[in-house]
């Protein structure tokens, strides 16, 4: 019970510290991002095509963590790169969770759904030049959805062992109480609204970031 409470408080201030402010932190946590991204496509693909749900069995981790490291290594490289493997991997993950809260099962449509959504966010990232949105919108909703899960977490209505086997941050949300998802909702835009108002005027640089292997 104390790990929990623990586990809790600690999701609560980093989801207060990526709603609000996460925009600022992204250069530092670009490869972090990178990592989990390159994690979640690669676990999910090997659970599509293998069954047995989210790393439901070895490969998937593996494969996971192998495409995670590649995925960080390109975006420590390659600032594009990074932001493009974090849209498709938020678009993937957006569609997953909604189309399980539809009542969709874990199967091939789920899996087309995952991979055209994903497809089509980095696309329209790189097209319309959307990186800093696509940067706000990120940290906002990851933080959102730290924030409510230290809430579920605290009052009992999701375990970590739920969190580990769900292989989505909203699915649990949505499964839930609708309040709750009221409440993702809530933080998010206004998370998202405050970075876009609190970084008008801030820009990351190309100085800023390595874009070359030398």
Known sequence: MLATITMAIFALLLGLAFCFAGYRFFLVMLPIWGFFGGFWIGAYAISLILGGGFLGTTTAIVVGVV????????????????????????????????????????????????????LVAAGLTLLLNLQKLVIIV???????????????????L??????????????PIFHGAWLWGIIWLVLAVVGALFQVRANRSYEFQKEMYVEGWG
């Open 158 to 171: 999701v375990t970590v062992a739920d969190l580990q086997a769900g292989g989505n941050f909203l699915q």
């Open 138 to 156: 990120l940290t906002a909703m990851a933080g959102a959805s730290l924030c409510v899960l230290a809430g579920m977490l605290f009052f009992g």
């Open 67 to 118: 495409v995670g490291i590649i995925g960080a290594v390109l975006s420590y490289l390659f600032y594009m790169v990074g932001v493009l493997i974090i849209a498709g991997a938020i678009g993937g993950a957006l569609a997953q969770g909604i189309m399980s809260a539809l009542g969709f099962d874990f199967g091939l449509i789920m899996g087309l759904v995952v991979l055209v959504s994903a």
